[in-house]
């Protein structure tokens, strides 16, 4: 038990340190050697593809996620907007 939650604590520690900066870079087109040179901090190319296998597992497209969605404009009762988000069909 104190193994999987280590192990969860590190996973999600490094998400959210550096798991969006590596996405948005495989989004742009770089390799995982070009993102770990792109990276101002220290991750090694194996960690690097083990998250981006991560992501592909979990359903991931092109663009980072699985659904896709729209934004739609609300406003309140005294004249606030929000933007509120729908799935699309």
């Not at 993102?35 to 359903?59: A, C, T, W, Y």
Request: a neutral charge; aromatic letters at 12%; one cysteine or more.
């Amino acid at each position: 038990m104190n193994k999987l939650f280590r192990e969860a604590l590190e996973d999600f520690s490094f998400d959210a340190a550096c798991g969006r900066a590596i996405k948005h870079l495989n989004d742009l087109g770089y390799t995982p050697k070009q993102i770990q040179e792109k990276l101002d901090f220290p991750v090694s190319e194996e960690r690097i593809n083990e998250h981006l296998k991560k992501l592909k597992e979990m359903g991931a497209d092109e663009s980072g996620s699985s659904k896709k969605y729209r934004y739609v404009k609300e406003y309140g009762k005294y004249g606030k907007t929000w933007l509120r988000r729908e799935e699309e069909e």
